[in-house]
């Protein structure tokens, strides 16, 4: 049987705030219309893909969940982390099949020390958004372990909610605290993912996916791969190697190939969604895909400019043969 696995940024799905009450976070949708505009679009897209399992990211909360899952063709099991950020959004998972959850992450690895992520303040040692693992039975005796993240965006945030400057000195600070917080944050994945490899990756069915905010060369990126060589695409990809039970596959390659991307920023096309699997994985992976469509070009100066469409990302989709 085929598995289609796939990652979505949602893009801010959140009910709008009710009449007179006070802005619980930053994602609400502007008003009702918009917000079922938004769910029927989403879902038009869910039900066109098929997923049978799909981590999603910047989703409000379990209400906006249950509103998307209303609104898509047959039963939808759901799992969704308890840590969103400070705008309210956070990842999770959609899923045909029945879920497991087996953790939703947050700490940075132990030794990793908090990290300084603008001029004052405290630093930090914990993920921005939580990062949520499940488990799942896609055919009988076959187990898949997913993880799905959301790590910090390359979008640059100056103090007073500004995303532009004229200060190159505050501009150069500020791309480095946010190199230096996702780079923690992936390092922090990367732990979550050698627990579920546990160094089995040879025979153990593991994906990590989600949107890293980076495309699939950058270091923060490369993090998750955990011991070096072996890529698609590289010398050693065809080799068995010792370290393998505990590498991660990008399946980026085969997707850039394709012509695949997931976001346009400033008129570039990117892929900053990715899908990781393990060892036992790579020989089963029959197809890979993006549902583009048309998507808005994201402005660094002006993130949040409206649009027309369900999400300024495209869903990442690969699928996997079970016996």
């Not at 990809?237 to 346009?264: E, T, Y």
Request: a negative charge.
């Amino acid at each position: 049987m085929d598995v289609v696995i796939g990652t979505w940024n949602l893009e801010n799905l959140c009910r709008p705030r009710e009449d007179g009450a006070p802005p619980s976070h930053r994602c609400a949708a502007k008003n009702q219309d918009v917000y079922d505009a938004k769910l029927g679009a989403l879902a038009e897209v869910v039900d066109r893909i098929a997923p049978d399992v799909l981590g999603v990211q910047e989703v409000g909360g379990p209400a906006e969940l249950d509103d998307l899952v209303a609104r898509l063709d047959g039963d939808w099991h759901t799992e969704l982390s308890d840590h969103p950020d400070e705008r309210g959004i956070r990842v999770g998972f959609l899923s045909r099949h029945p879920l497991t959850r087996v953790e939703d992450r947050t700490a940075f690895p132990q030794r990793l020390r908090p990290i300084q992520v603008e001029d004052f303040g405290e630093p930090i040692h914990t993920m921005g958004r939580g990062a949520l693992a499940v488990s799942v039975e896609p055919s009988p005796g076959h187990t898949l372990h997913l993880a799905v993240c959301h790590l910090k965006s390359k979008l640059l945030t100056f103090p007073g909610n500004r995303h532009s400057t004229e200060d190159e000195g505050e501009r150069a600070r500020y791309a480095a605290y946010a190199l230096f917080r996702r780079g923690a944050e992936a390092a922090a994945v990367r732990e979550l993912a050698d627990r579920l490899l546990a160094d089995e990756g040879r025979t153990r069915d593991v994906v990590v996916l989600g949107d890293l905010n980076d495309e699939w060369q950058a270091a923060t990126t490369q993090i998750l791969y955990g011991p070096p060589g072996s890529q698609i695409g590289t010398g050693g990809f065809d080799r068995p190697d010792l370290r393998d039970g505990g590498r991660l596959w990008n399946l980026a390659p085969r997707i850039l190939a394709a012509g695949g991307f997931s976001r346009v920023f400033e008129g570039q096309r990117e892929l900053i969604d990715h899908i990781l699997v393990s060892h036992a994985l790579l020989e089963r992976v029959t197809a890979v895909s993006t549902g583009a469509g048309s998507l808005p070009d994201v402005n660094g100066a002006q993130p949040t400019a409206p649009h027309a469409g369900p999400s300024d990302h495209a869903p990442v989709l690969a699928r996997l043969a079970f016996p």
